[in-house]
């Protein structure tokens, strides 16, 4: 509400033309639809978790064609990518998730569309999440038990706690289910979005110990996650948007059709004629609210509340 | 009578031929009388013989040490030419004692095979010695000789000029025809007036000071091609500005006449004869060649124009070298802009005459260190001013600017000539972010200009590509990888295709572009521009565009709903313009000052909007609140109100009454 009245007042003039009424609504509209962050300031990308996935997957329709060329591009031109939705997008979350990408690892290697992209979607997503886990994990490496501090919530925690310093070397990581007794405090306690926990226990049971970046790597790739935080298709489906590439096809043939005319014909062309066929087109994927609502009902976990938020 | 032709006839032919004979004979006499004598007195032998003999008229006594022939004259000859001794083509090998001949003035050895000069150390009269055509292989044994005068010594095997410490009254010295390397131990000639130097193996000529009387100095196939500058005697240079000065020194030593220089390859030069005479007027020949008037004067223009011609490609280096050194100056400013180096750590520093490497992390610069390199350039390059901190050039047709402050030269006012020609436009040390504020004048100023340079003009990220749209025309893009990042991504050239696909660029980076190109670029980029037109609400599209689209867009608004109306409607309204297609022109960019201020606006934007929005809540949570009450009492009220009523029409007279009074009361 208080972004619309915002924009509003930015746009007077030209509003007060059309009339506030359809302004609200083409608001609203776009919020639902999750176009509303195009080219906006990154404090209002990153103010709602709304926000945040509405942009991840405008990313993913914007380049998904990127991707699907096949080439592979540094941190640094994602980076560009980004900027080129949002102007003042800050290099330290593209930073944070190419070294999700490569584990922390020679940072200027060439990532992969898709890993990338999933690695970017738990950095920007749950970024204040992520911070917490650093916490805790760098607590866990040095000994000191973040449990002692907080009344756990399950009961088993309580037969868990360890006085003893962890011993162990950072390359062995910690130990995963005292790892994950922590984290389940985090999202009982946090107020920022978090991971369903159930679906983060499933991620740990597979392994005994684990590294930061092991974590944040599984993170990223595990499906379930994804499709509980709803912006994203699988990954399997991530080249595919039958909708956009009909649209693509037209513009290709539109661009091809013209350069084999010459080049030199007035550059007021026909090329320039808008892809305004009908208003808007509706993206073939319903609105992320329909879809959570969806996971909801099949996970059956605890989803982040965006209500929480602003 | 025919006999006494004939006779007479005979006579004369007799005549003839007896004098004839008797010339002939005379000479035969005198050379067969000389030979004769001297062959008589004189015998070759080796050193190493020993030789004793005696022969007619003549007394050759063998000297003490063994070796060398002694020679005497008889009285006779020693009368008829007493102080002149001739001994050429004697086959001798050595110098022969003479003795008794301490008179002598006039000493003739030529055509020998003399290796060394000895033996005449007595003759301290000798004025000529003639050593000419032997094998003599240094200079030594005239040191005793103090009234030598002419000492000719051509044709031999000197390497080196020496011993000659005490002919104080050499007048003429000839050493022509030797392997003299080098010119020295002969400052001290002062009486020396001809110097013959000529084929020797001169490379440079130096040390002929102090040759003050010379007049003559022939130094002709040498390798003679430089010059040293010495008081009263200069010499040639290969380099041209030096040559000028030494001639004009040469032309102070009023005492040389006659030079002598052909043969060396100094000589060769076009110019050498007549900047010769035109700097030496007093020179009456130049090599054995007497100068005419007409000359003189034919060489003094030609070498006024060769000056001329000279100064002004000096001019033209100098300038290029100062143009050079201000683009130094650009670009060490344009590293140390870019590395932030702090400059007020580096004015507690001494200021020393360093010369500063360009190299970012080692420069520290201040204001005073470019001045001290300037006083550096100023001696080695004359006419250096203050270096410029930016540079405006045009070249052909390309406009180069270089530094910051160039940007200001499309302020002013330039010739449609000038301006009509410019094609090409490149930036070099500047701001991209101050490039973009100036684009929209390139079209007003430069109307023809298509290609765009960029180098060292920090492009960084595919966004600013977006600020070129606003152009009118690009069909050439060259971008340098040196300094500017941005090439060093894989999707650079497509994005450039893709967002100013209006522009049909031909090249970029010297490339042409192929159709496969602009296809990919559409494939790759195609839906960016989708999304960014279509699904961007209304209100944003016109925030992002400028005035000139608020039009298009108010009447597309009106008719929204009508498909194949707009299209054609807006392409005809595109072609008008000549301007971008929309689909794209979402595509913005912002320099990073602007974004800052909009981002500030924002701020103030959103602290009013937040309170304002809190405050409508507030209201919204009392009404709501109010509503909630009231909902809860209003049963309990309704049912009072009720019950009031009802009690009070119980009685309906005293009630008729009640309101009654009611009324009256009203009124009054």
Not at chain 2, 373 to 378: G, H, K, Q, Y
Not at chain 2, 539 to 557: A, D, W
Not at chain 2, 570 to 582: F, I, K, P, V, W
Not at chain 2, 584 to 592: H, I, W
Request: glycine share 4%; net charge neutral; hydrophobic share 35%.
């Amino acid at each position: 509400m208080e972004d619309a009245v915002s924009q509003l007042l930015e746009n007077r003039e030209d509003i007060s033309q059309y009339g506030i009424a359809r302004f609200f609504t083409e608001y609203f509209n776009s919020v639902r639809q999750g176009t509303h962050i195009l080219f906006r300031e990154f404090s209002f990308v990153q103010a709602t978790p709304h926000n945040r996935a509405s942009f991840l997957r405008t990313f993913w329709r914007c380049f998904r064609t990127v991707g699907k060329n096949g080439d592979l591009l540094t941190a640094q031109e994602y980076h560009c990518l980004l900027q080129l939705l949002c102007p003042d997008f800050p290099m330290e979350l593209t930073q944070k998730a190419a070294r999700i990408v490569l584990m922390d690892d020679a940072m200027d290697c060439l990532m992969s569309f898709s890993d990338f992209l999933f690695a970017f979607q738990i950095q920007f997503y749950y970024s204040e999440f992520l911070e917490s886990v650093a916490a805790i994990y760098q607590d866990l490496l040095a000994g000191k038990n973040p449990n002692t501090v907080i009344v756990p919530t399950s009961s088993s925690g309580q037969h868990r706690q360890r006085q003893s310093p962890n011993d162990c070397s950072p390359l062995d990581g910690v130990e995963a289910s005292l790892f994950y007794q922590c984290l389940e405090s985090l999202c009982d306690r946090s107020k920022y979005s978090c991971p369903p926990s159930a679906l983060v226990k499933e991620m740990l049971s597979s392994a005994q110990r684990l590294t930061f970046y092991g974590f944040l790597m599984a993170l990223a790739k595990d499906q379930g996650i994804n499709r509980a935080l709803g912006a994203l298709p699988d990954k399997g489906d991530l080249f595919l948007d039958p909708a956009m590439d009909q649209e693509l096809e037209k513009l290709v043939a539109r661009v091809s059709g013209l350069s084999v005319s010459g080049p030199t014909s007035s550059s007021g062309d026909s090329s320039n004629v808008p892809v305004r066929n009908s208003p808007r087109i509706n993206s073939p994927w319903k609105p992320l609210h329909h879809r959570r609502k969806m996971d909801a009902e099949s996970e059956g976990s605890n989803e982040e509340t965006d209500s929480s938020e602003n | 009578k025919n006999m006494g032709k004939y006779y007479s006839l005979c006579y004369l032919h007799l005549k003839l031929v007896t004098f004839v004979l008797n010339i002939v004979l005379q000479f035969e006499f005198r050379i067969n009388k000389e030979q004769s004598s001297f062959h008589n007195r004189l015998l070759q032998h080796d050193l190493e013989k020993n030789y004793s003999g005696r022969q007619d008229n003549t007394n050759f006594g063998s000297s003490s040490s063994i070796s060398f022939p002694v020679l005497q004259r008889t009285a006779e000859e020693k009368i008829l030419s007493s102080d002149r001794l001739t001994l050429e083509r004697q086959k001798l090998t050595v110098c022969p004692v003479i003795d008794g001949e301490d008179h002598l003035r006039l000493l003739n050895f030529q055509h020998n095979f003399i290796t060394r000069i000895q033996n005449i150390s007595n003759l301290q009269h000798l004025v000529f010695l003639d050593l000419y055509d032997n094998q003599i292989e240094e200079i030594s044994g005239v040191s005793t000789l103090r009234s030598l005068r002419v000492l000719l010594l051509g044709k031999n095997r000197i390497k080196k000029i020496s011993n000659l410490e005490n002919l104080k009254n050499l007048d003429v010295l000839d050493l022509h025809g030797n392997q003299i390397t080098k010119i020295e131990n002969i400052g001290h000639l002062s009486e020396l007036r001809v110097l013959n130097l000529a084929r020797n193996l001169l490379t440079i000529v130096e040390n002929l000071n102090g040759l003050d009387s010379l007049t003559e100095l022939n130094l002709r196939h040498n390798q003679v091609s430089a010059i040293v500058r010495k008081k009263t005697l200069c010499l040639f240079i290969f380099d041209f500005f030096s040559f000028f000065e030494d001639i004009l020194c040469l032309a102070d030593s009023s005492s040389l006449s006659d030079i002598t220089l052909d043969g060396n390859p100094i000589a060769q030069e076009t110019w050498y004869k007549h900047t010769v005479l035109h700097h030496m007027m007093q020179l009456r020949q130049l090599d054995m060649k007497r100068i005419t008037e007409e000359e003189r004067r034919m060489a003094s223009v030609a070498a006024r124009k060769e000056e001329e011609r000279k100064r002004e490609s000096h001019k033209q280096t100098l300038l290029k070298e100062k143009k050079r050194l201000t683009i130094c100056n650009i670009a060490r400013q344009w590293e140390i802009q870019q590395n932030r180096i702090a400059l007020v750590a580096s004015l507690n520093q001494d200021k020393d005459n360093e010369p500063c490497q360009i190299n970012g992390s080692d420069s520290y610069v201040f204001p005073e260190e470019s001045r001290s390199l300037n006083t550096i350039l100023s001696s080695a390059v004359q006419g250096l001013s203050v270096l410029e901190s930016h540079l405006v050039e045009v070249e052909g047709d390309t406009l180069c600017l270089y530094g910051a402050g160039a940007l200001e030269c499309l302020d002013r006012n330039w010739s449609v000539q000038t301006a009509g020609i410019i094609v090409t436009v490149s930036f070099t040390f500047i701001e991209f972010d101050e490039i973009v504020q100036v684009l929209t004048k390139l079209k007003t100023k430069f109307p023809n200009s298509v290609h765009l340079k960029f180098k060292e003009t920090n492009l960084v990220t595919l966004q600013q590509f977006n600020a070129l749209g606003q152009m009118h025309r690009i069909e050439q893009l060259t971008v340098d990888p040196q300094g500017n990042p941005v090439v060093s991504f894989t999707l650079w050239k497509y994005y450039v295709l893709f967002r100013l696909n209006h522009f049909n660029l031909q090249k970029i980076n010297g490339v042409k572009v192929t159709e496969n190109d602009i296809v990919m670029a559409e494939r790759l980029f195609g839906i960016l521009a989708y999304v960014a037109s279509s699904e961007l609400p209304h209100y944003r599209m016109l925030s992002l565009f400028g005035e000139s689209r608020r039009k298009q867009f108010h009447y597309l608004l009106e008719g929204k709903g009508k498909k194949s109306g707009i299209g054609s409607e807006e392409s005809s309204d595109n072609r008008r313009n000549g301007g971008e297609s929309t689909t794209r022109a979402t595509l913005s960019y912002t320099t990073k000052d602007f974004h800052m201020e909009k981002l500030e606006e924002i701020k103030e934007r959103k602290t009013f909007c937040q309170t304002y929005v809190e405050n409508l809540v507030k209201e919204a949570a009392d009404i709501n609140m109010k509503n909630e009450s009231l909902q809860k009492l209003w049963p309990q009220m309704f049912i009072e109100l009720v019950r009031d009523a009802v009690i009070e029409i119980r009685n309906k007279n005293s009630y008729m009454k009640l309101c009654l009074q009611r009324i009256t009361d009203q009124k009054q």
